[in-house]
């Protein structure tokens, strides 16, 4: 570890430059003299990291950045509910002997419903609970019940349903028809054949994760757009204003600058990243490829950042950077949802959208999109090319 270099007082904006910049070059330079310049160092990377890391904790600009995308997945978790895709329906009955009734309608019913059962000891009880709201249907059902249906004949049964219409009672009835058909043995009047058409992607994005999880997933990209291509640019934009980037070029190569900045972001997106899932109770079902996803969107977007950084003026970066990250963020809220081809055509371009998809299909119980290496090579590419930018735009900067 570097020797500690104590704090440098300033008393004016050239002094506090000065500061700034010996504070980065005496420890790195040490390592320098230790290691070399002329190969990659992981120290050196680890000693810019660290202090970047440091200031970033007391920049107000910068935790807004993290904070407020946290807190919008947080919202969408608390007001967007889950999709109830599933029927659920309670039947309340009391009969003096066993039957068979309520079991047949529950295997009648299949096992898509949601199908609750209570006996209970009297009529009465029957009546309070579909009063209460307890049950969607009573049954009151006599003595020598099957016995008698299976005999062709035609016993008294008393049905109680509540007075407002419902699909739980409307669907209880529908199966207690059926059931006692088919406790009478009688041939239902139709071979009716069931077809399963094959779902949209829409629809299997609201069946498999809900609105509220895919809202939160758009909040993590979002969190994972802020920190990379406003923190981190912003970071090296202030390097080369106050000069302290031309001390770091002095003992370090530009590899590891670059690779210190992006380490940041990194770090920022797998320390929040766990922690929005674990707040709203979210989690993949296939962990590995939602940490690939995340882990190449914050890689290349990274990248995005620090091209920014490299081109763009701090004062630019404030004016102008929460709209220079709105095209990145703006296709993981649209990915999925229908829309034209040619619009679909025009998102793929995008790695934010290819990160969504995986994360998608790793959040998804089935895959949906199914394009995974498609689009790992898309962020790929993306990320080769925005560091080749990033390098070749601060090599060639006047010192």
């Known amino acids: 570890m570097p020797p500690h270099i104590p704090a440098i007082p300033s008393c004016c904006q050239y002094c506090d430059t000065l500061a700034r910049t010996l504070s980065v070059a005496i420890p790195i330079g040490i390592l320098v003299a230790n290691e070399g310049v002329g190969r990659v ?7 810019i990291f660290r202090r970047d890391f440091r200031d970033a904790v007391r920049d107000a600009r910068i935790l807004v950045a993290v904070l407020v995308p946290f807190a919008l997945g947080i919202f969408y978790n608390v007001v967007l509910v889950q999709d109830q895709t599933t029927l659920s329906v309670n039947l309340a009955y009391t009969s003096v002997d066993a039957t068979n009734l309520p079991e047949a309608m529950k295997q009648i019913a299949g096992p898509d419903v949601t199908f609750s059962i209570s006996q209970v000891d009297t009529a009465d009880i029957v009546k309070q609970q579909v009063d209460d709201g307890k049950a969607d249907l009573g049954l009151v059902v006599p003595a020598g019940f099957d016995a008698a249906v299976q005999a062709g004949q035609s016993p008294p049964l008393m049905v109680m349903r509540p007075d407002t219409a419902g699909v739980g009672p409307q669907f ?8 006692l058909r088919e406790q009478a043995g009688q041939q239902p009047p139709a071979q009716v054949q069931v077809e399963t058409v094959n779902k949209s992607t829409t629809t299997s994005l609201i069946e498999n994760m809900g609105m509220n999880t895919y809202f939160v997933l758009s909040a993590l990209i979002m969190q994972v757009a802020m920190i990379t291509m406003y923190a981190v640019p912003y970071i090296l934009a ?4 106050r000069r302290t980037l031309d001390a770091l070029v002095m003992v370090a190569s530009y590899w590891e600058v670059i690779a210190a900045k992006a380490l940041f972001g990194i770090v920022y ?9 674990a707040v709203t109770r979210i989690s993949p079902h296939d962990a590995l490829l939602f940490g690939l996803a995340i882990g190449l969107l914050a890689i290349v977007l990274d990248g995005v950042g620090l091209m920014l950084g490299s081109l763009l003026k701090l004062s630019q970066l404030t004016s102008w950077g929460g709209m220079l990250v709105l095209p990145v963020v ?3 809220f649209v990915t999925g949802l229908p829309a034209p081809k040619w619009v679909e055509d025009v998102l793929l371009i995008f790695p934010t959208t290819h ?4 994360a998608i299909d790793a ?20 990320a080769v090319a925005v560091y080749a930018i990033t390098f070749w735009t601060l090599s060639r900067r006047e010192i």
Not at 269 to 277: D, E, G, K, R
């Open 269 to 277: 997106v797998a320390i929040s990243t766990p922690l929005l899932l």
């Open 238 to 241: 202030e390097e080369k204003e």
């Open 41 to 47: 160092s992981i120290r050196r990377i680890l000693t």
């Open 172 to 179: 209880l009835l529908s199966m207690l028809d059926a059931a």
């Open 355 to 358: 990160a969504m998809r995986m």
């Open 330 to 332: 703006a296709p993981a």
């Open 363 to 382: 959040l998804s119980q089935k895959p949906i999109f199914g394009d995974t290496w498609q689009s790992i090579l898309v962020l790929a590419i993306w």
